[in-house]
């Protein structure tokens, strides 16, 4: 059953972290009724422009959600971001709350550590190997145990903060400095991995609903400096791949529990499939969604946490996004060439509405609908090249 916002009988969310992912659950959300409260470490987050109220706070911070949590008594606690105290969600869970999709899954995959050793350990899923460090003496024998190539990455971090790869000794302490500078939270460990030399990457967005598990088709993404750039949909895979990567990420969605949609990401050799990470919420190569299926993810994760089905899951055409970058930083901006972008054929612009920019941080995206996903990769690219981020005079 589903209240009425704003009223006693309403069904209250509560979101942790208000970016553009945020943004797109609020309004979907929304859409069925649901009465909506954003929060996040800024304000005029994106997610906080469309909720029916707001609250700044640093989501480390215990007390301060406690304070939150209290005010608001949610039905629905729904982390969009990780950086947060899911020891506290723990804690919440325990009292009674409902965490999207279970405060287990909030916590292990924050940590790079727990979900690897979840998945490579506990389940037992093919992963490159690997190792962890909390000093530099640890950090170099790790390195020479894995060997050259490797890929170095904090345990906790966002956005491709704090990854690199090391090719050759001279980069070993760059790689360990970087790293410690991208750590966030308590997360001061650093994990190194073996470079798998892949044909491909994919985000398999998986759904745990209430009639069962469900797979959007596989999303193609490129990443650079570990942060996606662009994605289509669907990757081209061969049945084998395509049925061993749904099975992996059901084992490890069952694992993790609760309802949602988990980005499960895989790297692709042939037939082999090896997993990399899983983000227990909407994944941003997933934006593509929005205009390749029948139900995008985000309706598609708000439909199952809500208890509401998902009969199928349904391809209407191929497609892809391309992030819109800002260049500087600047405490407020504006765009340029919207209207150029939206004369390419099949293309949708997405602002987030972010209230500042820095250099590499993603202000937007551009969206292709086409016959096949090279004429959409190509369209999507133009389109997103369009657009200019423009600091206000």
Known sequence: MIGTPLKKSATKLLLLGCGELGKEVIIEAQRFGVETVAVDRYADAPAMQVAHCSHVANMLDRDALERIVKQESPDLIVPEIEAINTAFLLELERDGY??????????????????????????????????????????????????????????????????????????????????????????????????????????????????????????????AGGDYQESWQPMPMTEKALTEAQRQAKVITEALGGAGIFGVEFFIRG???????????????GMVTMVTQNMSEFELHVRAVLGLPIPSIDLLSPGASHVILAQGQDDEVNFSGVEDALRVPGSKVRLFGKPDSRPGRRMGVALVAASDVDTARKLAEEAADKVKVHPVE
């Open 98 to 223: 409902r965490i999207i999709p279970t405060a287990r899954a909030a916590n292990l995959t924050m940590n790079r550590e727990g979900i690897r050793r979840l998945a490579a350990e506990d389940l037992e899923l093919p992963t490159a190997q690997y190792r962890f460090a909390s000093s530099y003496e640890e950090f170099r024998q790790g390195v020479e145990e894995i060997g050259l190539p490797c890929v170095v990455k904090p345990i906790m971090s966002s956005s491709g903060k704090g990854q690199s790869t090391v090719k050759a000794p001279e980069d070993i302490e760059k790689a360990w400095n970087y790293a410690r500078q991208g750590a966030r939270g308590a997360g001061e460990r650093i994990i190194i991995e073996a470079f798998v030399d892949f044909d491909y990457e994919i985000t398999l967005l998986t759904v745990r609903h209430i009639d069962g598990t469900s797979y959007c088709p596989p999303i193609g993404h490129r990443q």
């Open 271 to 285: 037939d082999h499939v090896y997993f990399s990470e899983v983000s227990p919420r909407p994944h941003d190569t």
